[in-house]
């Protein structure tokens, strides 16, 4: 437990840090058993961000909550329907288990408040066709939030390559994500116990942490999905994980290029970096602050600038109050559709042992 709060500590001051203004937002939550749920509850703490209603059923996750947060008692409702019966909100930000992200949706939607929930989208392609059909209905944004989306490196990269075209042409992406797993680094009980159910997560470490690589590679490949995917899965601690799979390897085909996705429980240490090698250069962003490149035998390291947006309340305020328009960038749901199709295809691959073409 002291593990995972230390990491969720320095998440937080990363967005504190980062973030100077004061965001207008009025916003409501579905679910608090999501440990990334602190980060917003710290900002409220700090009185960054107003917190109109919480929708929890979970008394003992309650009581914790409100303790740790200062939250008074009238901004709880058991659900998101008899919440919404009583507040309108400028969005809804989901922190409950994936399978459950439809649910939110399908309560927010016809009441015409805009969605964000936790990556990834939806637990199946199924899931995330609704989730689309609904956005569409009722002309309502749906959007997926990643802490790598905020990295300053990772929007440079996506910047030297698309636009500078610094490095020539794509033609390998390599990501690797995550951690020695979620029980080793003291998640907590009320995550843990979806997390590692594969109906609820629809998957372990391949979804937990796959999803980070499609996302970052839909991404710089303007948004196309790959033609086919395949994916190897181990449970090397089934002791631990007896549900789900610990560690999982995603090769993407692109017609000029190739993605590997290498999303584990297993790492010594925690780690979220990208890899780009384009026809005549690599770049190599090695976290949220440093990034490098290199050109045939000349390695160098680029100066990082800070990127337009530095998390996601600030992003959310530009898209629901000033008009920004999300296009196929990482929050998307255009871009979240292909990472749920992917996710899906790589689950399939690694249960059948074969190449699955989307």
Same mark, same amino acid.
């Given at each position: 437990?002291?593990?995972?709060?230390?990491?969720?500590?320095?998440?937080?001051?990363?967005?504190?840090?980062a973030i100077a203004q004061q965001v207008s937002l009025q916003v409501a939550l579905a679910g608090l058993?999501?440990?990334?749920?602190?980060?917003?509850?710290?900002?409220?703490?700090?009185?960054?961000?107003?917190?109109?209603?919480?929708?929890?059923?979970?008394? #003992?996750?309650?009581?914790?909550?409100?303790?740790?947060?200062? %939250?008074?008692?009238?901004?709880?409702?058991?659900?998101?329907?008899?919440?919404?019966?009583?507040?309108?909100?400028?969005?809804?930000?989901?922190?409950?288990?994936?399978?459950?992200?439809?649910?939110?949706?399908?309560?927010?939607?016809?009441?015409?408040?805009?969605?964000?929930?936790?990556?990834? %989208?939806?637990?199946?392609?199924?899931?995330?066709?609704?989730?689309?059909?609904?956005?569409?209905?009722?002309?309502?944004?749906?959007?997926?939030?990643?802490?790598?989306?905020?990295?300053?490196?990772?929007?440079?990269? #996506?910047?030297?390559?698309?636009? #500078?075209?610094?490095?020539?042409?794509?033609?390998?992406?390599?990501?690797?994500?995550?951690?020695?797993?979620?029980?080793?680094?003291?998640?907590?009980?009320?995550?843990?116990?979806?997390?590692?159910?594969?109906?609820?997560?629809?998957?372990?470490?391949?979804?937990?942490?796959?999803?980070?690589?499609?996302?970052?590679?839909?991404?710089?490949?303007?948004?196309?999905?790959?033609?086919?995917?395949?994916?190897?899965?181990?449970?090397?601690?089934?002791?631990?994980?007896?549900?789900?799979?610990?560690?999982?390897?995603?090769?993407?085909?692109?017609?000029?290029?190739?993605g590997i996705i290498e999303a584990s429980w297993n790492w010594p240490f925690s780690i979220k970096d990208?890899?780009?090698?384009?026809?005549?250069?690599? %770049?190599?962003?090695?976290?949220?602050?440093?990034?490098?490149?290199?050109?045939?035998?000349?390695?160098?390291?680029?100066?990082?600038?800070?990127?337009?947006?530095?998390?996601?309340?600030?992003?959310?305020?530009?898209?629901?109050?000033?008009?920004?328009?999300?296009?196929?960038?990482?929050?998307?749901?255009?871009?979240?559709?292909?990472?749920?199709?992917?996710?899906?295809?790589?689950?399939?691959?690694?249960?059948?042992?074969?190449?699955v073409v989307l």
């Amino acid at each position: 437990m002291q593990r995972c709060r230390l990491l969720l500590m320095l998440l937080l001051v990363f967005h504190f840090s980062a973030i100077a203004q004061q965001v207008s937002l009025q916003v409501a939550l579905a679910g608090l058993n999501h440990d990334h749920v602190h980060l917003i509850l710290g900002r409220y703490r700090k009185g960054e961000v107003k917190i109109l209603g919480i929708a929890e059923n979970d008394e #003992q996750l309650i009581q914790r909550m409100k303790k740790r947060y200062q %939250l008074p008692d009238n901004i709880f409702y058991k659900d998101v329907p008899s919440m919404l019966a009583k507040i309108k909100p400028d969005v809804v930000l989901a922190y409950n288990p994936i399978a459950d992200h439809l649910a939110v949706v399908e309560a927010c939607a016809p009441k015409g408040i805009p969605v964000m929930v936790e990556k990834p %989208l939806a637990v199946s392609v199924q899931q995330a066709q609704r989730i689309a059909a609904l956005s569409a209905q009722y002309h309502v944004p749906v959007l997926t939030n990643y802490e790598t989306t905020w990295y300053n490196t990772n929007q440079q990269v #996506q910047d030297m390559v698309n636009n #500078q075209h610094t490095i020539g042409p794509i033609r390998k992406m390599i990501v690797h994500d995550g951690h020695e797993g979620p029980k080793e680094i003291g998640c907590s009980p009320d995550f843990l116990k979806w997390l590692t159910d594969p109906v609820k997560n629809g998957a372990g470490a391949l979804m937990d942490f796959g999803c980070y690589g499609a996302n970052l590679m839909t991404w710089l490949m303007h948004g196309k999905a790959p033609v086919a995917v395949r994916a190897v899965t181990h449970q090397i601690k089934p002791d631990v994980y007896p549900k789900v799979d610990d560690d999982a390897t995603i090769l993407l085909e692109y017609p000029d290029a190739t993605g590997i996705i290498e999303a584990s429980w297993n790492w010594p240490f925690s780690i979220k970096d990208l890899e780009v090698f384009g026809k005549t250069g690599y %770049l190599h962003a090695l976290n949220m602050h440093n990034l490098v490149g290199r050109q045939k035998d000349s390695t160098y390291t680029v100066e990082v600038k800070t990127a337009q947006y530095q998390d996601n309340l600030t992003y959310l305020q530009a898209v629901l109050k000033d008009g920004f328009k999300p296009g196929n960038d990482l929050s998307s749901l255009e871009n979240n559709i292909i990472v749920v199709r992917i996710l899906e295809a790589a689950r399939k691959s690694a249960k059948e042992g074969k190449r699955v073409v989307l």
